[in-house]
């Protein structure tokens, strides 16, 4: 008998709650997936202000649950489990939605799962491509994280072999956009202005690319101070500022380093997988490149299309469905959310 899975993902600036069906053969099918976005708030401060994020998820959380619902055409007392991103993100955020899921478990007296929201990330292809080969390479990129990961089981065996020693790529985009006077949040309109730009106009440093740097880890901090000292010195010499190809010259060297780090690891891991997920996942320079570098190293590439990429409460459903279905602990109604959560700790 297939089995209802809701998710709660609270961990930013977007309330998401997604419904999918597990369908006894192990196949996870999406009903419903509503998110209701914070980030107009957040733009006049250029970034995630917690306590603006957590007021926004506490007046969306019940909205956005019903919207749910009346889109899959279920009830709430159809719902067989519930997961929950525990971690990581922003404390505040995550309370919310911890305490929103432990209500409707206790309610409901439905098993309840603490999820890792980074997990979840990777489960949300499976909602379009189906199951993940195992092993697989993930190359994780969004605001706050830039992490390749072995997955050798998603419901309980992901192993962090690469991560970022300062700036993410979602971060360096933000940070790059506000020097080139374009609005919040950056990955969007860089992505577009790029599209207008030369990507060879400017040759700005690829990051953590040296003979003796950790091969596995990325650095964006040097790329993003790089494009500002280049923007300071064209404005200090009277020059107008090319921004489209700024743009595309800084979005080459992200994605350029990005792609060969992640081919280059899946080589050495003797993987034939490569998933790119999170929010940056949606930019078209990375999908492009990555198609044509795994093509090259005959490596299968997928992508979630864009909607799945950015936070949504689908990918906390999906995730909870493969942890129900791998039939893994309950959480505790006592756990508490980890803003530090590690990747390697898929469900409480």
Not at 46 to 71: C, D, I, N, Q, Y
Request: hydrophobic share 45%; with cysteine; charged share 20%.
């Amino acid at each position: 008998m297939s089995r209802i899975i809701m998710g709660i993902e609270s961990s930013c600036d977007e309330t998401g709650v997604g419904l999918v069906r597990l369908h006894d053969d192990g196949a996870v099918e999406l009903l419903a997936d509503e998110v209701a976005s914070s980030v107009e708030q957040h733009a006049r401060f250029g970034g995630v202000v917690p306590e603006v994020a957590s007021r926004a998820h506490l007046e969306a959380m019940v909205p956005t649950t019903s919207r749910a619902f009346e889109k899959a055409g279920l009830k709430l007392s159809d719902v067989d489990a519930i997961a929950v991103t525990a971690g990581p993100g922003l404390a505040g955020a995550l309370l919310v939605g911890v305490s929103a899921a432990k209500a409707y478990a206790t309610a409901l007296d439905v098993p309840l799962y603490g999820v890792n929201h980074l997990a979840g990330h990777i489960a949300v292809d499976t909602l379009q491509h189906g199951p993940l080969p195992t092993p697989c390479l993930a190359l994780l990129v969004s605001g706050g994280h830039t992490q390749l990961l072995r997955v050798d089981d998603i419901a309980s065996s992901i192993t962090e072999l690469g991560s970022t020693v300062d700036d993410a790529a979602g971060e360096a985009y933000d940070k790059v956009a506000r020097v080139l006077g374009l609005p919040y949040p950056g990955g969007p309109p860089i992505d577009k202005a790029a599209k207008n730009g030369n990507p060879a106009a400017i040759a700005f440093p690829r990051g953590m690319t040296g003979p003796r740097d950790a091969k596995n880890d990325f650095s964006f901090s040097g790329l993003k101070t790089s494009v500002a000292r280049w923007v300071e010195g064209a404005t200090r010499r009277g020059e107008e500022i090319p921004v489209d190809d700024v743009a595309a010259s800084f979005q080459e060297a992200v994605a350029d380093v990005l792609t060969m780090k992640a081919i280059r690891a899946a080589k050495e891991q003797g993987i034939g997988t490569i998933v790119i997920s999170g929010g940056v996942a949606a930019n078209s320079r990375l999908s492009s490149l990555a198609a044509e570098r795994c093509a090259a190293a005959g490596i299968e590439l997928r992508v979630p299309r864009p909607r799945l990429c950015t936070d949504n409460g689908a990918m906390i459903a999906a995730l909870g469905a493969h942890v129900v279905a791998a039939k893994r602990p309950t959480a505790p109604l006592d756990f508490s959310a980890n803003p530090a959560l590690p990747v390697s700790v898929v469900s409480l």
